[in-house]
């Protein structure tokens, strides 16, 4: 079993809509969890994070974390073409970057 | 603005053949990393600095080597490329290891390497 398990979709919405992408975990001691947006052909980015549990909103975009299920997710709200990426998952302990799990990225379309 | 830097971005390369990726970094961070990005197995780590003058293997270092070369530069080599080698290839930084608040694990990529092997 996988640290991350993380929908690879691909994940076809229509313009407006609203977007949820998920993913679950099996490691207790993670603290940090992020959202990393890829762009085809390019790399990935950061697009929000997380410390511990609780919600966090940026936009159009909201982070929710759920250490008792392992349970993460990232909803867009009014999905945009523009929005039309990879998003991956990704978290760690207090133990540094070098020891960031990522999933393996939900591939989102969102049709004009 | 450039933040990660690597070069280069396309190369083809035969079985057995030797080449380095180069990878430089404009933020003053501490740790560098190289990943590996192959379909359905998402970002796969290959080697990290965790800080200058120290690497160590990650998850998949078999068939590649690292340089720190200064707190700037971090090369990957693959001493004699395989086919399982072809793989998008990405550098990558960060600020501080071990923070225990804050966005120290944030990592900062570069666009990226695609790298074939025939």
């Known amino acids: 079993q996988k640290e991350v398990e993380q929908d690879p979709g691909p994940l076809s919405v229509p313009e407006g809509a609203i977007v949820s992408l998920n993913c679950t975990y099996s490691?207790?001691?993670?603290?940090?969890f992020m959202w990393y947006r890829q762009y085809s052909r390019k790399g990935p980015e950061l697009l929000m994070y997380?410390?511990?549990?609780g919600n966090k909103e940026d936009g159009r975009f909201t982070a929710q974390v759920d250490k008792s299920s392992k349970y993460i997710s990232l909803f867009i709200r009014d999905s945009q073409p523009s929005d039309s990426a990879t998003y991956l998952c990704?978290?760690?302990?207090?133990?540094?970057?070098?020891?960031?799990?990522f999933g393996a990225g939900t591939r989102l379309f969102v049709k004009a | 603005n450039a933040g990660v830097t690597q070069t280069p971005k396309f190369q083809v390369l035969k079985t057995g053949q030797s080449m380095t990726l180069q990878c430089a970094q404009d933020m003053n961070h501490n740790s560098m990393y190289w990943y590996r990005q192959d379909p359905g197995m998402g970002l796969r780590l290959i080697y990290y600095?965790?800080?200058?003058?120290?690497?160590d293997k990650g998850e998949v270092p078999n068939g590649y080597n690292v340089s720190r070369l200064n707190k700037r530069e971090f090369s990957l080599r693959l001493e004699s490329a395989a086919p399982s080698q072809t793989s998008v290839y990405f550098c990558?930084?960060?600020?501080?290891?071990?923070?225990?608040?804050?966005?120290?694990?944030?990592?900062?990529f570069g666009e990226g390497s695609w790298l074939t092997v025939v």
């Open positions: 997380t410390y511990s549990s």
């Open positions: 600095s965790a800080s200058e003058g120290t690497t």
């Open positions: 990558a930084s960060s600020e501080i290891t071990g923070t225990l608040r804050g966005s120290g694990n944030t990592i900062y």
């Open positions: 490691n207790s001691a993670f603290q940090y």
């Open positions: 990704a978290m760690s302990g207090n133990t540094g970057g070098f020891k960031t799990i």
